[in-house]
């Protein structure tokens, strides 16, 4: 059977596809790639469709055994993969042979690096989707993280493609400091125009408080005009600010349903930026029109439809 | 009714039917669920619903948000002529014992009742589901008699066992499956709340209407209850 035998598991690895979708009337989180970006490319380089289940390794730690010929891509935080005594490139394509073993090392740039391999991997399909929900403990491998002794089935191919790179101008970078777009909405008119002012107007901290679900960051304190709501539905990328006066941007896994008053949400081609952002890393507010919003999120997608992933 | 609509971000827009816990507002939102759900709007990936509001999650490649609000305002505004959906009556067996009710002697304190009359005031009422979200199956169901209207722990418990059936506020539910949780527990069931083998995966849906059905421990394990 060819695929990978994993050696060690690392911090937090996981199966991960776009998500789930539809499910979260009974409570289902959407989960799927934290940075779709890096993901798309991974899946992109080695032929498959963007919806391809991709290992998603978080700060890295994992150690994998290839048991037969397969193409792979490596894309996002650099983890100083080693394979046969040499760094493996991000952002291209490589060859593997049975045998070889994939070294991990741990990411210094960025949170997240996902690793395609041309056909996707054959892990069990729950719920409409690849994705792992760790948190509710399905999908993926028995819905948690890697750990040693598992195995990643992936279908044999005869023939690998030919060896593909990501043009440099396209490879994202991940600063230190970054801005995300924020559309305002959900209780907007709970935030004075002073407590709106000190929002955009401040750099907030990521100290690492954070994990799927969402990220908490430090720093100006903004006070509501409420301390709760009634709970009600929450999207990818909201922002909510909870009695103790500091944002909390939800993310993949995040709660279906909450009763924290929101400003509104990062968009979520930005949700991705901050994702990788590494603890100690800055961000800032900086808001956005609904036009704007849609045209980003629609060229970000596009990019994926035009080079025929999508 | 009127219905405020929101964004909510890029690609979902949340409407607003009212801002308190209340069964004519609540029917407002199951009813326009039903309708959106069963209208089955190609690019509508996600419909949810909770106390007073609704959250419909669009696909922004194909749809606009005045755009979306549009489709969603004529398919509610046809809804209103249209019967209350039909929900349907679950009944839950409980096994409200003290090996399993693990709040029943701390609450029978706090209200100043019997584990009798506690259990008597949890089983009298018919129950409407106001919000499904925490965990998948996870259903909010509202509202307990005033008189077992309680706080949740000040130390929530790092696991509730499963099937777990507890209460907080003028709310209860039932745990669908081990997890961290502050409601205080009066017994247990045997019932699957969030099942692979379901139609619809989960056993409640919002607007469901719900009893909770005393049985012995004997009945419990008999239907395949653990201790």
Not at chain 1, 77 to 106: P, S, Y
Request: hydrophobic share 40%.
């Amino acid at each position: 059977m060819n695929g990978f035998l994993v050696q060690n598991g690392g911090i937090q690895s996981s199966i991960q596809d776009m998500g789930r979708q539809g499910l979260s009337d009974i409570g289902l989180t959407q989960s799927g790639a934290m940075d779709e970006l890096a993901f798309g490319y991974a899946n992109m380089l080695v032929g498959n469709t963007l919806n391809t289940p991709a290992l998603e390794i978080a700060m890295g730690g994992v150690v994998l055994e290839a048991q037969g010929m397969m193409r792979i891509a490596i894309c996002g935080a650099n983890m100083q993969v080693m394979c046969k005594e040499k760094v493996l490139a991000l952002w291209q394509t490589h060859i593997l042979q049975k045998g070889d073993i994939l070294r991990f090392a741990f990411a210094s740039d960025a949170q997240f690096a996902y690793l395609a391999v041309e056909g996707g991997f054959q892990t069990p399909y729950a719920y409409g989707s690849f994705s792992t929900s760790l948190k509710e403990g399905l999908g993926g491998i028995e819905g948690r993280k890697l750990k040693a002794g598992d195995f990643l089935l992936v279908l044999a191919h005869q023939n690998v493609g030919e060896k593909r790179k990501i043009q440099k101008a396209f490879v994202p970078s991940y600063p230190e400091e970054i801005t995300v777009r924020l559309l305002k909405g959900y209780q907007e008119e709970r935030f004075d125009a002073e407590a709106q002012r000190r929002f955009f107007g401040s750099t907030y901290t990521f100290k690492g408080e954070g994990d799927r679900m969402g990220y908490r960051l430090s720093g100006e304190k903004i006070v509501p005009s409420v301390t709760g709501i009634l709970s009600e539905p929450i999207c990818y990328g909201a922002v909510q600010i909870p009695s103790h006066g500091e944002p909390i941007v939800l993310l993949k896994e995040r709660q279906t349903i909450g009763g924290y008053p929101k400003i509104g949400s990062v968009i979520g081609v930005d949700c991705f930026k901050l994702a990788q952002l590494k603890t100690g890393g800055k961000v800032c507010f900086c808001e956005v029109s609904l036009e704007e919003a849609h045209r980003a999120t629609y060229a970000f997608y596009d990019f994926f439809k035009k080079i025929g992933v999508c | 009714m009127k219905r405020v609509y929101k964004i909510a971000s890029e690609s979902s827009v949340i409407l607003y039917f009212g801002e308190s816990i209340d069964p004519a507002v609540s029917k407002e939102v199951q009813k326009a669920y039903h309708a959106l759900k069963e209208a089955k709007v190609e690019g509508f990936y996600e419909l949810i619903p909770s106390y007073a509001s609704l959250m419909v999650v669009y696909d922004v490649l194909s749809l606009t948000f005045d755009g979306a609000c549009e489709r969603i305002e004529s398919i509610l505004s046809h809804a209103n002529t249209l019967v209350e959906h039909a929900s349907s009556i679950v009944t839950i067996p409980v096994y409200y014992g003290l090996d399993v009710g693990l709040d029943l002697e701390l609450l029978c304190e706090e209200k100043g009742l019997s584990v009798e009359e506690i259990i008597a005031l949890h089983v009298k009422s018919t129950y409407s589901v106001y919000a499904i979200g925490f965990a998948p199956g996870f259903a909010y169901l509202g509202e307990i008699d005033a008189r077992l209207a309680t706080s949740r722990l000040a130390n929530p418990r790092k696991a509730v066992p499963k099937g777990s059936v507890a209460i907080a506020d003028r709310q209860t539910a039932v745990y669908p499956a081990q997890s961290p949780g502050g409601w205080k527990v009066l017994g247990r069931t045997p019932t699957a709340m969030f099942d692979a083998t379901y139609k619809g995966l989960s056993l409640l849906h919002v607007g469901d209407s719900v009893r909770f059905e005393p049985i012995s421990k004997e009945m419990f394990l008999r239907l395949g209850g653990e201790l």
